[in-house]
């Protein structure tokens, strides 16, 4: 995945072990927001996944997430997520509200993961 000027960052990073990943908006691959509750929390970690994905790295090696959401009301969504996705132990979280996100999302998700 290549950057561009209207995106001048890398999608994921390794550095000392660890794959920081770059804020994951809930886009379909072909840039289509993705609206609701649930579904924009999920879309928002199958962008995560393919940004983890460029530089081999997991879901399953996730230790931290941090979600910003422009309604705290998304916590609960956000909490049966990580019931959903995770065993415990689960990863580190947490939940930050914003006033707006890019693109009119409803949420974003960034991750430092484990590298492979």
Known sequence: MRT?????YSPAVVACG???????LPLQEDGT??????????AAMDTARRRMATVGARLEDVV???YFVT????R??????????????RP?????????LPY????EIDAIVKAP
């Open 64 to 66: 931290k997430l941090t």
């Open 104 to 107: 009119g999302s409803v949420v």
């Open 71 to 74: 309604d705290m009301a998304l």
């Open 92 to 100: 580190a979280r947490t939940v930050v509200g914003v006033s707006e």
């Open 33 to 42: 927001v993705v609206g609701g509750e649930r579904t924009a929390l999920d």
């Open 18 to 24: 660890l794959v920081f990943v770059s804020g994951s």
């Open 4 to 8: 561009d000027p209207h995106h001048p």
């Open 76 to 89: 609960d969504a956000a909490n049966q997520q990580f019931l959903d996705l995770w065993p415990e132990p």
